[in-house]
């Protein structure tokens, strides 16, 4: 049983289904990450789960209560941070963070104690007395934060919170939001796009497609074991290499496991194809060899091999190599239904 | 080996390879913005610029004469205690319209916003009141407030709500409160159209945080909604005010200043004296009184509305 579940939950806008019957399980403590392309529902499931939206139709429960339209928002106790940060302009950080603390009713010497503790958990103390508009993106990012963090919420609902800031200080963010949410153990859900960050943050990640969860699991699961073509492709960069031999059976293999064949032992059992090379990246740390399989597949797909520059093997352009996949990183699906033939998909 | 097409000529029509008017962007813009200049500087520019003069002046209709007298129309003007009265009225009237209008408008907006069944129809009907020609409107409200047919009187009397009887235009009171329904009226509309405007400028990701954050609805309009607008709003009070004190419509088609000259305001004075009363110099100066006060305040609240402009 789930801290935080959805059963069957629907939730359409007129003719678009943008969840189409969700079951989740959110365990106590966990960082959750819905991650999918734009569109999938993903935003919209957590809509629903703050109370933002009413679903079309379903249950969402906290904790083991159920939360549906009689329960608003005030009464989940859940705390929002939003792709936007959502400040109030007008405010001062100070009054940012104090604000669900207000709405509580809590007294004035207690809201400033909670204000502290949690600006300090953020080392933004010294921005206190600032607005919105003088602070930097990450400084508001942190405002944004803080502001959850002082109500004692029982789930965190983070929509995107990263997506507004640089790369450089994304990485930084992302390391410190995964520390902050070990610290203080509060279920979270986490909205994204990013693979990068689903992967780098998740204790599990679940895949979202077209409304529906794909599959459910932790990072190294659903990369190494998508349930699908969906969740194959949609991981990794560059994704999964897809190819068909035959007319029922898609075969997938990650690009950084398609290496020539005398990078591996002679004694690993490989598969080996024939490839011919159509152009080379050079990438620094890897090279990215784009090309096609030669020998009996029916669809002309382009493949990728991801060759770390620790192997040297000279490769050209327009030539056609041997080059192998160890027989346990290849992953087979119906090419009707995309679904996972072989059986030990979490 | 495909043969390649000799180039073709790249050259533009003889037609479009001299500079045109429509690409010299000074002269057009001069051009198109002269129409406007024109009427605003004859029919708005020069009619004000002698109302001043004529307010220095001794100037009476049917005489050419000018002559110069200083500040003796505003000297006359404040010790006239006809005219402290109507500049009394002014005041109030805008006052009390204008913070009626505000309350209504943040409501009707916030009614608007919602999403409900017909609520095109209900903006559309909401609009009305400003479309209406004023003097239309006054005949219907004369209707209204009617000494003998107001339909006010004959429904709180049907309803047994009524024992005597109110004569709209016979009382000081009942006159006033007349007028500044009809300024209601007639300024809540826009100013509804306005805040509307303004509310879908707020981001809805900060109302949600609201709405998230546990706060009730009063504290959200208080504490984050109305400060988000507070811009826009003193917009919609500054064209407020300055419509419903210049007003001289309202009052003249319900009241003509009457009962007993009680009901008279800046503008409708200025009319009787300056033009009905053919004291044009004494009329400019009753009609120009409030330009600098107005001038001010419309500095002022653009001011506010600079500061609290909602930075991103």
């Known amino acids: ?346 | 080996m495909l043969r390649r097409a000799a180039p073709a000529a790249v050259a533009a029509p003889a037609l479009f390879r001299r500079r045109t008017l429509a690409d010299r962007e000074d002269l057009l813009g001069r051009l198109m913005l002269a129409p406007a200049l024109v009427y605003v500087i004859v029919l708005v520019g020069l009619p004000l610029v002698l109302a001043v003069l004529l307010s220095f002046s001794a100037a009476f209709a049917g005489s050419l004469e000018f002559r110069w007298i200083g500040l003796r129309n505003f000297a006359t003007v404040i010790g006239d205690p006809q005219f402290r009265l109507a500049l009394r009225n002014t005041t109030l009237f805008t006052l009390v319209s204008q913070a009626l209008v505000i309350i209504l408008a943040v409501t009707a907006a916030h009614v608007l916003d919602a999403a409900f069944v017909g609520r095109r129809v209900v903006r559309f009907l909401l609009l009305l009141p400003w479309a209406v020609p004023v003097s239309l409107a006054a005949m219907a409200w004369t209707w209204i407030f009617d000494s003998t047919f107001s339909v006010i009187n004959w429904t709180l009397k049907v309803a047994g709500l009524l024992d005597g009887w109110f004569y709209w235009f016979g009382d000081p009171t009942l006159a006033m409160i007349a007028i500044i329904t009809v300024h209601v009226w007639r300024m809540f509309p826009f100013a509804t159209v306005i805040v509307l405007a303004g509310m879908s400028a707020v981001p809805p990701d900060i109302r949600e945080a609201a709405v998230v954050d546990g706060a009730s609805f009063w504290r959200r309009l208080f504490q984050v909604n109305l400060p988000l607008l507070l811009p826009i709003i003193t917009v919609s009070v500054l064209f407020g005010v300055v419509f419903t004190s210049t007003d001289l419509g309202v009052v003249w088609l319900l009241t003509r200043g009457g009962p007993y000259n009680s009901t008279h305001v800046l503008a409708t004075l200025a009319f009787q004296r300056g033009i009905l009363g053919a004291n044009l110099g004494q009329g400019a100066a009753i009609a120009v009184f409030l330009l600098p006060v107005l001038m001010i305040a419309a500095i002022g609240m653009l001011r506010v509305a600079r500061r609290t402009e909602v930075g991103a």
């Open chain 1, 1 to 346: 049983m789930g801290y935080v579940e959805a059963r069957g939950l629907h939730k359409h806008f007129g003719e678009v289904r943008a969840v189409d019957g969700v079951d989740l399980d959110v365990r106590e403590g966990e960082l959750l990450v819905l991650l999918g392309p734009s569109g999938c529902g993903k935003t919209t499931l957590m809509r629903m789960i703050a109370g933002l939206e009413q679903p079309t139709a379903g249950e969402i429960y906290i904790a083991g209560e159920l939360v549906d339209e009689d329960v608003p928002p005030r009464a989940r106790g859940i705390a929002m941070v939003f792709q936007s940060y959502a400040l109030y302009p007008h405010k001062t950080a100070f009054q940012n963070i104090a604000f669900p603390l207000e709405a509580l009713g809590k007294p004035p010497a207690e809201i400033k104690r909670a204000v502290d503790w949690g600006a300090g958990m953020f080392g933004i103390r010294h921005l206190l007395g600032r607005r919105p508009r003088q602070l930097s993106g990450g400084e508001r990012q942190r405002v944004a934060l803080a502001r959850s963090v002082v109500r004692e919420p029982r789930v965190f609902l983070f929509d995107e919170p990263l997506s507004n800031l640089d790369a450089q200080l994304r990485a930084v963010a992302r390391f410190e939001l995964k520390q902050f949410q070990r610290q203080i153990g509060t279920t979270t859900i986490y909205v994204t796009h990013d693979q990068i960050e689903a992967m780098g943050l998740g204790d599990r990640i679940a895949v979202m497609n077209k409304g529906r969860v794909r599959q459910i699991g932790t990072p190294q699961e659903v990369y190494a074991n998508p349930a699908d073509t969906f969740v194959a492709t949609f991981l990794g960069s560059p994704p999964m290499n897809l190819v068909q031999r035959d007319p029922h059976r898609l075969i997938g293999f990650r690009p950084e496991t398609f290496l020539p064949k005398g990078a591996f032992p002679a004694d690993r059992p490989v598969e080996t194809f024939r490839f011919r090379v159509r152009e080379v990246e050079h990438l620094g740390s890897d090279r990215l060899v784009y090309g096609a399989l030669e020998g009996g597949f029916t669809a002309e797909a382009t493949v990728i091999a991801d060759i770390p520059s620790t192997i040297t093997v000279p490769i050209a352009e327009g030539e056609a190599y041997d080059f192998a996949v160890p027989r346990d990183h290849l992953r087979f699906f119906d090419a009707q239904s995309g679904l996972r033939l072989d059986g030990d998909a979490a």
